[in-house]
């Protein structure tokens, strides 16, 4: 019996594995995340993983809800979709049944269903999670910082594109299989964002905050309009953030000045909206892209870690 099993006596502790969630498991996840963010400052489980509550089963998805006397504490995610690297979890334990070894079962439990090869995400970096890591047995592995500059006062050089190439806004339905195109190839080194697929497009295009006047596509002329580049922009209205969302270069057009003119022109657009602030996420491994966003007046707000097991 670990310490695990005796961390609240007379307490039965649950867990069950669904490859999809009813309704009204969903809402008591979100309810649970929502309560999590309020005492962590962030949430534990990404949007891709918010949006993979909803719609039904999706393949490589399960979902982990360890309840005690009925009542759900903990929610971890599982996705095994990367034909390479190792599955990847979120787990959050409800703030009120901390320190209970919750946080240690659901871990155990993802370790157990995926072979003991695991990433897990740390979102925020706490110590709390640093140490389950260590418990866990897993190593950090990557480092996804968060960058933020002020919107006020915006003074950035005016963008100049390269030659023959211009810059609209994406067209819902006409532009989806182009753009997912264009996504894959400037994102074929990134595990997430390279791998997204209609349906993941489709669950963005549903959210509240879609707006595809914040959504630009570079297109080069002579080539049928081909999207050589784009810059998905989001607005945190609750947060008053603006986000540079996505910002990607086809692998051919890289090296001309593209991305740095995207990105002025997206935060043009962020700033016109009266949006103070505005956000970011890259790989600290990045070291060309930090650069690039450093000189744009970007510094690193907080760190989102992720650790593995050892292969």
């Known amino acids: 019996m670990t310490s695990d099993d005796i961390a609240q006596p007379g307490r039965p502790r649950s867990l069950q594995t669904y490859t999809a969630l009813s309704p009204e498991q ?3 996840v979100l309810a649970l995340l929502a309560d999590a963010a309020r005492t962590d400052g962030q949430q534990a ?3 891709q993983g918010r949006l993979q509550l909803r719609g039904g ?7 982990l809800l360890l309840s005690v006397d009925g009542e759900l504490v903990g929610y971890a995610q599982l996705e095994d979709t990367d034909p390479v690297e190792p599955p990847a979890a979120e787990l ?12 240690r079962a659901l871990g155990s439990a993802l370790l157990a269903a995926s072979g003991k090869r695991l990433r897990v995400w740390a979102h925020g970096g706490h110590s709390a999670a640093r140490h389950l890591a260590q418990v866990l047995g897993l190593t950090l592995f990557r480092e996804l910082r968060q960058m933020r500059r002020p919107l006020s006062g915006l003074d950035l050089p005016d963008p100049v594109l390269p030659e023959g190439v211009t810059v609209r806004n994406f067209v819902p339905g006409r532009d989806d299989a182009a753009w997912l195109a264009v996504n894959a190839a ?10 997204l697929t209609q349906r993941d497009l489709d669950d963005r295009k549903a959210e509240p905050w879609f707006d595809p006047e914040g959504f630009f596509l570079a297109e080069r002329a002579g080539e049928e309009g081909r999207i050589v580049g784009f810059h998905w922009t989001k607005v945190h209205a609750d947060e008053g953030l603006g986000e540079v969302y996505v910002l990607g270069v086809s692998p051919d057009a890289q090296g001309g000045g593209l991305g740095k003119s995207l990105t002025t022109i997206g935060l043009r657009h962020l700033a016109a909206k009266g949006l103070p602030t505005a956000m970011l996420y890259v790989d600290a491994d990045n070291k060309a892209a930090v650069s690039v966003y450093e000189r744009l007046g970007f510094v ?9 097991t050892e292969t």
């Open 57 to 63: 089963e999706r393949e490589g998805v399960s979902h």
């Open 300 to 308: 690193t707000h907080e760190v989102d870690l992720m650790y593995r």
């Open 92 to 103: 959050v334990v409800h703030p009120s049944h901390r320190g209970n070894g919750h946080g």
């Open 186 to 195: 400037a994102f074929a080194h990134h595990p997430e964002q390279g791998s």
């Open 45 to 47: 489980v990404s949007e």
């Open 26 to 28: 969903t809402e008591a």
